[in-house]
């Protein structure tokens, strides 16, 4: 569902006072200027409600709002065969 191909590939925001494409500012994105138009949809700032970008992270992230959740299951399988730890 994101509107960056590929996620967000750079760091930067702007280029030569332009948002990059593929930046974190992808103007894909949404309006970020009272008088522009957004890429996607042609929406004026009131208008647009934003789109979804993502970023290929190096590694998995666990929200920390589940950690405890997540750690009750992690305990629930076998950490050499991964196989339930339950009573058949």
């Known amino acids: 569902m994101s509107v960056t191909e590929g996620g967000i590939k750079y760091p930067e925001t702007t280029e030569g006072g332009r948002p990059k494409l593929g930046g974190l500012m992808d103007p894909r994105q949404g309006v970020i200027e009272r008088s ?19 970023i290929e992270l190096a590694k998995p992230v666990f929200h920390v709002g589940f950690i405890t959740k997540i750690m009750k299951v992690l ?8 196989k339930l730890l339950v009573d058949a």
């Open 75 to 82: 305990r629930c399988v076998c950490f050499f065969c991964s």
């Open 36 to 54: 522009g138009r957004c890429q996607t949809c042609a929406g004026n700032m009131t208008e647009c409600p934003g789109h979804f970008g993502h």
